[in-house]
């Protein structure tokens, strides 16, 4: 079995063990993660069939086909032209598949509304729940091949950071979008396939924004200046950020910040082994940043789980009771954030191991270039 027919299989056996009768897929990131195929959701009906005993199935337009075939490990395709009733045609499918009448199908949680009252159509007597009751814990443990894209990933992201460092002075004089862009080819050189986000690069007072993407405002000497990237491998994002200087002295509490952090940092990561609840990773952070006098500033939660999607579970968030696992993967990034000054964040990726944890950022967390 290829590690794709392993999660779907996986997912069957959920199924049954939720009393649910079918998991119906469109195309996004539950869909690549059961059969790899990239898509985006368009007009026509283009499902991923998934019951709970038999062979999972495809329903695609014709025009989709052959593409389907060749990108993914399903065997069974069924096509529909577009003279066809989809509707009607998905309703023959769900009576091949045997699928009850009055059955419990997990629909994906980004299924457009059109296509869940098509669903609704042909089953009226069914119950509707979200695929994310079944895939949510299978998809929060990544297997090997999972953890290979992500380091690689990572690995481009850091090769990007190193050569942002590179820069020093030279970066003095350009704009926070110019960075970004800089950023951006330099991940391309490391074998990155685009963004995972928009590229962040918040400069002296813009970085006191978590969510600044970039603008035109010009870097200047001493400015403390956030740069938060990643880029994807195989489809798995990194997700990087490192507060640095790239020329001159910045002040004195700005390097006070810049410790506090890197401290808080150090603690979370120190905290994650398995069994630790994920709220204690936060707390971690939060006890470090709130005794140097700066908790109402640390204004957002620690972490958050890295997949297909660059947020997803487990989310590193105080009180969450959510134990870790072996296999999971998320960020852990305490930032302070002084509005009208400077901000200050350091993130890395880590995968919870057998005993503690692995992580897969490794560039320099200072704030000299």
């Known amino acids: 079995m290829t590690p794709l027919e392993r999660r779907t299989d996986a997912a069957q056996t959920t199924l049954a063990n939720v009393g649910a009768d079918a ?62 009733d989809p509707v009607r045609a998905l309703s023959e499918l769900f009576d091949d598949l045997g699928i009850p009448a009055a059955s419990h199908l997990l629909v994906d949680d980004t299924m457009w509304a059109t296509f869940t009252q098509d669903v609704r159509e042909i089953r009226p007597d069914a119950t509707l729940g979200l695929a994310s009751e079944v895939l949510a814990d299978l998809r929060i443990r990544k297997d090997d091949a999972e953890l290979d894209a992500l380091r690689r990933a990572a690995g481009a992201a850091d090769d990007a950071m190193d050569r942002v460092r590179g ?54 000497a001493g400015d403390p200046v956030v740069v938060d990237f990643g ?53 971690a952070a939060r006890s470090v940043i709130e005794d140097a006098g700066y908790g109402e500033r640390f204004i957002h939660r620690t972490g958050h789980g890295v997949g297909l999607d660059v947020h997803e579970e487990p989310y590193i968030v105080a009180d969450s009771t959510r134990e870790l696992e072996p296999g999971m993967v998320f960020s852990v990034e305490p930032g302070v954030y002084l509005d009208g000054a400077f901000g200050v964040r350091i993130e890395d990726l880590v995968v919870v191991t057998d005993d503690g944890c692995e992580r897969l950022n490794t560039t320099d967390r200072g704030w000299r270039c």
């Open 231 to 283: 880029t994807r491998v195989d489809g798995y994002p990194s997700d990087q950020t490192r507060t640095v200087v790239f020329d001159g002295t910045p002040g004195e509490r700005f390097r006070e910040v810049h410790e506090v952090v890197r401290r808080a940092q150090e603690a979370a990561v120190d905290a994650v082994e398995p069994g630790v609840a994920a709220g204690a990773v936060d707390a």
């Open 167 to 220: 820069l020093g002075s030279d970066a003095v004089g350009l704009t926070e979008s110019e960075l970004a862009a800089r950023i951006e080819s330099f991940l391309a050189d490391a074998g990155g396939d685009g963004v995972s986000f928009e590229t962040i690069v918040g400069s002296g007072p813009n970085g006191a924004m978590p969510h600044h993407t970039h603008g035109e405002r010009t870097i200047e």
């Open 23 to 84: 998991l119906v897929c469109v195309p996004g990131r539950n869909l690549q993660y059961l059969t790899g195929l990239v898509e985006s959701q368009r007009e026509r009906h283009f499902l991923f069939v998934v019951p709970a005993e038999g062979e999972p199935t495809f329903f695609v337009p014709a025009l989709a086909a052959s593409q389907v075939r060749s990108e993914s490990w399903v065997p069974d395709v069924r096509a529909w032209d577009d003279e066809a």
